[in-house]
């Protein structure tokens, strides 16, 4: 008697499937570039200057300056960039539970995989433009002729 022992690998599909749809949300996201612009550099700069005036008006007069709650509320593109993670997150706890319970390897490893491109792709283009900044920042300096 020959049986024939077919593995179910649903949680290691459903891995895929959130793993695919986090990592093409987060390339998505980052080549559509900001769905909530942010306000224009004007207003952030008319903000500071009335925010130093009143302090140096309070300071004339002696009295205590007390500065203004300058907390950034969240936009529409922060919370969509925890929604991917989540995303990504949830795809590899899939493909972990498929992988506890024993189904077909390659859609558990892959689901983790993708999961686990998203979350890094997040993570790289930040530290990719922060060494570009500091890549700009010293040719700059250098440029300037400063020595440290």
């Keep these: 008697m020959n049986h024939s022992t077919t593995q179910t690998s649903t949680f290691g599909i459903a ?9 093409a949300a987060v390339v998505g996201h980052f080549f559509a570039g900001p769905i909530d612009p942010p306000p224009p550099i004007e207003v952030s700069i ?25 907390t950034r509320s969240r936009t529409l593109d922060d919370y969509l960039t925890y929604s991917f993670i989540a995303l990504a997150v ?8 498929g992988f506890l319970r024993h189904e077909r390897l390659r859609p558990a490893f892959v689901g983790a995989g993708l999961g686990g491109l998203a979350i890094t792709f997040q993570f790289l283009t930040v530290v990719f433009f922060a060494l570009l900044f500091v890549m700009l920042i010293s040719a700059v300096l250098d440029q300037l002729d400063f020595s440290f």
């Design 15 to 23: 891995a895929v499937v959130l793993g695919f749809l986090s990592f």
């Design 46 to 70: 008319a903000d500071k200057a009335a925010d130093i005036r009143d302090a140096t008006v309070a300071a004339l007069k002696g009295e205590e300056y007390e500065a203004r709650d300058t």
């Design 90 to 97: 949830l795809a590899v706890l899939m493909a972990v539970i």
